[in-house]
DNA sequence: TTAAACCATGACATCAATGTCATAGTCAAG
DNA sequence: CTTGACTATGACATTGATGTCATGGTTTAA
């Protein structure tokens, strides 16, 4: 299959599926043309990537076990685990910090409107 | 006081400096040789500055309402509630987001151990 | 056969604040 | 007067996946 067909496929667009592949995460056979050929496997691949992407890890931490998971149970492959625990702890921190923030931004809001209140009393 | 004192103090780097100045957030005098010139409230200022920007609000957003809280209350400013609110529901998402993936994260972390644990006891 | 649709590559843009470097003028202390 | 510290401006880099455009070759359907 052509990379409109895959694009197409699996909701990524050409570009990106190009983007995998100088990532190293996708080696499509080429035809006699230059065109870009995929086997069949390479539509469950892109899930894949997708799957790795939406969880926050980058092409190259992917790149690193993603032919390891294609052919194994990830629980097989050494270098997801720390991966996932690495990334886990990136969340939480980021996590903390928009709490953090979240907190901040809701004290300002509140304060906000008591002062308005406030105002509008007065003027009663 | 010159641009190197005023980074010392405030601990913001010269470099930001200038670059918070292009965004309209800083007004220097100049002198006669092209140095620039600032008032002891640009002190206050810039920490006023790198307030809104640690709570997530873009040069752009804080240059809408910089004017008007240096001179009055949050709750005067007209601009600052909606701003308030619009960075209130962006962080939410975001930490609503950041919390899928934690939960994700830890599943398959789990999963992983689990099986591992498993694979051990077959051995056993 | 010809036009439309598809493919290839490479380059530039994005978002945003900041770092860094190059080049050059200015000033202060020795 | 000279050297080192400071300042000015402008340009490029960063981060990462993706969009978009330009240019040109290929295929396919009418």
Redesign the interface.
């Known amino acids: 299959m052509k990379i409109g067909e895959l694009a197409e496929r699996t909701g990524v667009s050409v570009r990106s599926l190009r983007y995998y592949e100088r990532q190293g995460l996708l080696a499509p056979l080429r035809q006699d043309n230059g065109y870009r050929e995929y086997s069949v496997l390479a539509e469950e691949q892109v899930r894949t990537i997708r799957f790795y992407l ?3 890890l980058s092409t190259e931490q992917i790149a690193g076990f993603l032919q390891c998971v294609l052919r194994n ?3 097989f492959c050494e270098e ?2 720390p991966i ?2 690495h ?2 702890k990136e ?2 921190g ?2 903390r910090l ?2 953090q ?2 907190v ?3 004290d ?2 509140s ?3 008591q ?2 209140n406030q ?1 509008q009393e007065e003027i009663i």
Chains 1, 2 share one sequence.
């Open positions: 939406d969880l926050g149970k990830e629980s997801v685990l996932y625990q990334k886990l969340i939480d980021q996590i928009l709490n923030i979240r901040n931004l809701r300002r809001i304060s906000i409107l002062e308005r105002g």
